[in-house]
């Protein structure tokens, strides 16, 4: 059993940054693929970007170049970095645990989440 608890949202302005961060518990939790999701409203929820135990990250297009995922296994913790922030990042975003991952931009392949955090970012 995984418990995750995100932190880190607010709300900021256009080419801002912010730093998420997702605590977890339990004693596997270098064991699994961790990810970020985002959902804003009216919109399905999306793939933001994943890294393995071992540190393999993938990231959606869109991300590319402004968003760092990395982790702390001994501190049971995932980030998620966001620099240059753009009004369309604008969601709720979450934390997600999974193993095994066959697609890890699917959601219905994570086993636990978190209750997610707000990002709004204004023009």
């Known amino acids: 059993q995984v418990q995750l608890v995100e932190s880190g949202g607010g709300f900021v302005q256009t080419g801002d940054s912010l730093r998420l961060s997702c605590a977890g518990s339990?004693?596997?939790?270098?064991?699994?693929?961790m990810s970020w999701f985002r959902q804003a409203p009216g919109k399905e929820r999306e793939f933001v970007a994943s890294i393995t135990g071992s540190g393999g990250t993938v990231y959606t297009g869109s991300v590319k170049g402004r968003f760092t995922i990395s982790r702390d296994n001994t501190k049971n913790t995932v980030y998620l970095q966001m620099n240059s922030l753009k009004p369309e990042d604008t969601a709720v975003y979450y934390c997600?645990?999974?193993?095994?991952?066959?697609?890890?931009?699917?959601?219905?392949?994570?086993?636990?989440w978190g209750q997610g955090t707000q990002v709004t970012v204004s023009s």
């Open positions: 997600a645990a999974g193993w095994p991952i066959r697609i890890v931009t699917a959601p219905n392949d994570y086993n636990y």
């Open positions: 339990g004693r596997t939790f270098s064991n699994y693929v």
